[in-house]
């Protein structure tokens, strides 16, 4: 898509959304958006000493993965993070590790570490059900899970709220969270990364050492999730 095809319809869709909810207040509008964290995740640029410490060419293999879904209102207060961690539904991660992790965070397993539409309607009932409590609206890309009929069904009767789906292709113009959220979260995670012992062990899902990887993980993205602050 061509950059000004791309400004055109980023034009279009700004001014057909605020004539839509222009009566929606700042703590009315929720974005959400979803992206893979890893335990292994060093800072793009480093100044390194010959002969120093091997971390960072150990930290560039991204062994293990989750999926971390972030979500803001416009006003600037951040909802629970709900993590979704590889593994079957009732299987031994989701029946019996899960409960340790820290409260106050939401916790999904998924074979591929992906969203999908059980783990979508998941996050719709237990994060911003518990959330919305007014009418608002809720900005997301159009990713299949978030635009499919139980999901709209699921915001509109359940939850009381209006979902709208950015235009096709065109998220990273226009994705508030992409920039605003995303990036310093991001830059957050690699500089704790840096601050942390390596735990070093095999990377089979089931062995202690892929247990405290997950645990280590989830604790660096809360802080650095609550690291992050309105612009």
Same mark, same amino acid.
């Given at each position: 898509?061509?950059?000004?095809?791309?400004?055109?319809?980023?034009?279009?869709?700004?001014?057909?959304?605020?004539?839509?909810?222009?009566?929606?207040?700042?703590?009315?509008?929720?974005?959400?958006?979803?992206?893979?964290?890893?335990?292994?995740?060093?800072?793009?640029?480093?100044?390194?000493?010959?002969?120093?410490?091997?971390?960072?060419?150990?930290?560039?293999?991204?062994?293990?993965?989750?999926?971390?879904?972030?979500?803001?209102?416009?006003?600037?207060?951040?909802?629970?993070?709900?993590?979704?961690?590889?593994?079957?539904?009732?299987?031994?991660?989701?029946?019996?590790?899960?409960?340790?992790?820290? &409260?106050?965070? %939401?916790?999904?397993? =998924?074979?591929?570490?992906?969203?999908? @539409? !059980?783990?979508? /309607?998941?996050?719709?009932?237990?994060?911003?059900?518990?959330?919305?409590?007014?009418?608002?609206?809720?900005?997301?890309?159009?990713?299949?899970?978030?635009?499919?009929?139980?999901?709209?069904?699921?915001?509109?009767?359940?939850?009381?709220?209006?979902?709208?789906?950015?235009?096709?292709?065109?998220?990273?113009?226009?994705?508030?969270?992409?920039?605003?959220?995303?990036?310093?979260?991001?830059?957050?995670?690699?500089?704790?990364?840096?601050?942390?012992?390596?735990?070093?062990?095999?990377?089979? &899902?089931?062995? %202690?050492?892929?247990? =405290?990887?997950?645990?280590?993980?989830? @604790? !660096?993205?809360? /802080?650095?999730?609550?690291?992050?602050?309105?612009?």
């Amino acid at each position: 898509v061509k950059q000004t095809d791309l400004a055109e319809v980023q034009s279009d869709f700004a001014a057909e959304f605020h004539r839509e909810y222009i009566a929606y207040g700042k703590e009315c509008v929720y974005n959400v958006d979803e992206t893979g964290i890893f335990y292994d995740m060093p800072p793009r640029y480093i100044c390194a000493v010959r002969g120093g410490s091997s971390k960072i060419s150990r930290g560039e293999k991204h062994s293990l993965r989750m999926t971390a879904v972030l979500t803001v209102r416009a006003d600037g207060t951040k909802l629970p993070i709900l993590f979704i961690i590889k593994g079957v539904s009732g299987g031994r991660i989701d029946s019996g590790e899960l409960s340790p992790f820290p &409260p106050g965070q %939401l916790y999904a397993v =998924q074979e591929d570490a992906w969203m999908d @539409k !059980r783990v979508w /309607a998941t996050y719709l009932r237990d994060v911003l059900g518990e959330a919305i409590e007014e009418p608002s609206v809720v900005l997301l890309d159009n990713f299949e899970s978030h635009v499919s009929g139980e999901s709209y069904n699921i915001m509109y009767e359940e939850i009381g709220a209006h979902l709208c789906a950015l235009p096709p292709n065109a998220t990273s113009v226009y994705q508030p969270l992409d920039v605003g959220v995303m990036a310093p979260f991001k830059r957050n995670l690699r500089n704790l990364w840096l601050l942390e012992d390596i735990i070093v062990g095999d990377d089979d &899902p089931f062995s %202690l050492t892929s247990r =405290q990887k997950r645990m280590a993980l989830v @604790k !660096r993205s809360i /802080a650095a999730w609550d690291l992050v602050t309105p612009s």
